[in-house]
Structures are given as structure tokens and as C-alpha cells.
């Protein structure tokens, strides 16, 4: 059947754009390491690493499109992101409710300062202006003057 919320999903992040993207990634970095510390305090451990796995990939894909010479902090944040994926890993492998969430601890700044990041680079986009329509041309003619 279809499922309106994941088509919407789907279209959400298709049309994003890579600094939206990057946002909605580490929000639902964020949402699966609380979902995978819940389920590893509440004794279920199958769910739990299969959170921790989701989180893993995410991190992982971080890795993949890092380009650590564009900027001067690159190696830095590629040093937190295999910090990250090594403390997944184990938090998963150890069934360990604590290193997921201190993992949730790294995260969170790193979300919110990429977050302001996007904010700031949405904020100098400038926004486009119409063209002006010519003499003679009626407001539908389209950009030839054809309709």
C-alpha cells in the first residue's frame, strides 16, 4: 500500500539541498543513537545494534565525502568520525547503553554547529529576482515571447 509519510521522506530528501541533507543526516544520527541506547538499557540488544548499525553507516558515509584538504579542520573532524564509528562499533558489539550515548555526546555539537552552517550559508543565497517582462510581451509569453 502506499505510504504517504515515506513518499514524503523520499521527496524531502531528494530535493535537498547538500547543506539540508547534511542536517537531516545528523538529526537522524542523533535519533538513532537515542533509539539504539534506549533499546540497549531496556534489554533488547537486537534492536539496539541495528541502530547502532544505521548510525554506522551514516558515520561512514561522513567519512566517504569528507574531503579533508578542503579546509584546514578536515583531518580533525575525519579523526572524530572514525573516533565515532570505532566507539559504535564497540558499543554494538559489547551490547553497552553508556558508549552510545557518549557517542550521542560527540554528536550533538557537531550537529548544531553544521546546523548553524546551513543557516548562515541559506541566509547569503541570494533570492532571485523575476525577469522583467518586455514592452509588448504579455506577463505568460515565457521567455521567447512564445506561450
Known amino acids: 500500500m502506499y505510504d504517504v509519510r515515506n513518499r514524503y521522506l523520499a521527496d524531502a530528501v531528494a ?3 547538500p547543506a539540508k541533507l ?8 542523533l535519533l538513532d543513537l537515542d533509539r539504539a541506547e534506549a533499546a540497549l538499557r531496556a ?3 537486537a534492536e539496539g545494534t541495528q541502530h547502532l548499525a544505521h548510525a554506522q553507516e551514516i558515520v561512514a558515509e561522513f567519512i566517504a565525502n569528507l574531503n579533508v584538504g ?13 573516533y565515532l564509528l570505532s566507539e559504535m562499533i564497540g558499543a554494538s558489539m ?10 550521542r555526546t560527540v554528536v550533538a555539537p557537531l550537529a548544531e554547529a553544521w546546523r548553524e552552517a546551513a543557516t548562515a550559508v541559506a541566509a547569503d543565497v541570494p533570492t ?8 509588448g510581451l504579455g506577463a505568460g509569453s515565457g ?3 512564445v506561450g
Open 70 to 82: 578542503a579546509w584546514d579542520g578536515g583531518d580533525r573532524l575525519l579523526s572524530i568520525y572514525t
Open 128 to 135: 532571485p529576482r523575476p525577469a522583467p517582462v518586455s514592452e
Open 94 to 103: 559489547a551490547g553497552d547503553a553508556d558508549r552510545a550515548a557518549a557517542c
Open 15 to 17: 530535493t535537498a539541498g
Open 43 to 45: 534489554g533488547v540488544r
Open 143 to 145: 521567455v521567447l515571447g
Open 22 to 29: 547534511l542536517t537531516m543526516l545528523y538529526d537522524r544520527l
